[in-house]
């Protein structure tokens, strides 16, 4: 089991940053994957990005060269800096932990406001 606790969201003018955190109840050293997700009203949750255990990095196609994702295994958290905010990339953010052997699991998620 792991508990996850997203924070940092907020409401910003596009073409500004914010910094996402999630915060993580154990190691996150052995957690196969862990990212960010979007979700709109009305709409299915979807990838923003995703960290492997290995250090891999994977980038949904909207947020290339705008976003970076980077976990710090002291402290337990996993980041997402974001900068030159659109307003398409408002919604609410969730944390993801993937672990092969115990399940997934999820934030409470942090709400994100670009406005324009």
């Known amino acids: 089991q792991v508990q996850l606790v997203e924070s940092g969201g907020g409401l910003v003018q596009a073409g500004g940053s914010l910094r996402l955190s999630c915060a993580a109840s154990?190691?996150?050293?052995?957690?196969?994957?862990m990212g960010w997700y979007r979700q709109t009203p009305g709409r299915q949750r979807l990838a923003v990005s995703v960290?492997?255990?290995?250090?891999?990095?994977h980038y949904a196609d909207s947020v290339k060269g705008r976003f970076t994702i980077s976990a710090d295994n002291a402290q337990n958290t996993v980041y997402l800096q974001m900068h030159s905010l659109k307003p398409e990339d408002t919604g609410v953010y969730f944390c993801?932990?993937?672990?092969?052997?115990?399940?997934?699991?999820w934030g409470q998620g942090t709400q994100v406001t670009v406005s324009s």
């Open positions: 993801n932990a993937q672990s092969y052997s115990t399940g997934t699991y």
């Open positions: 960290i492997t255990r290995g250090g891999s990095t």
């Open positions: 154990r190691s996150i050293f052995s957690i196969d994957a």
